[in-house]
């Protein structure tokens, strides 16, 4: 069954520092484009960042030099190193998949496999 389980979320204070997971559990998960999103309360979804299957990783404006997305291949998990937080980043964090990184930054609604969230809360 494919799918992507992400975990880690919950309350931190301004300034602090979270790491989501994301688990891939897809077939040829290293042919994917994988990525983050998240969706604050009465807003749309923000992309976040993006590692395409070559390795190549992109991050929104409003997150560069805060956030890293990194990705353990052994074990197929997707990580999110969230730094200096502040309650802007408090939203619903989502992980997504699809083997076009075009369609993951550019296209969300098309998105092959989306995960089911969670949640960041920075106070």
């Known amino acids: 069954h494919e799918q992507l389980v992400e975990s880690g979320g919950g309350s931190v204070q301004a300034g602090g520092s979270l790491r989501l997971s994301c688990a891939v559990s897809?077939?040829?998960?290293?042919?994917?484009?994988l990525g983050w999103f998240r969706q604050a309360s009465g807003k749309e979804r923000e992309w976040v960042g993006s590692?395409?299957?070559?390795?190549?990783?992109n991050y929104a404006d409003s997150v560069k030099g805060r956030f890293t997305i990194s990705k353990d291949n052994r074990k197929n998990i997707l990580y999110l190193q969230m730094n200096s937080l502040t309650p802007g980043d408090t939203a619903m964090y989502f992980c997504?998949?699809?083997?076009?990184?075009?369609?993951?930054?550019?296209?969300?609604?098309?998105?092959?496999?989306w995960g089911q969230g969670t949640q960041v809360t920075v106070s």
């Open positions: 897809v077939s040829s998960a290293n042919d994917y484009c």
């Open positions: 590692l395409g299957s070559d390795g190549r990783i």
């Open positions: 997504a998949a699809d083997k076009v990184c075009h369609t993951v930054v550019n296209q969300p609604e098309h998105v092959k496999y």
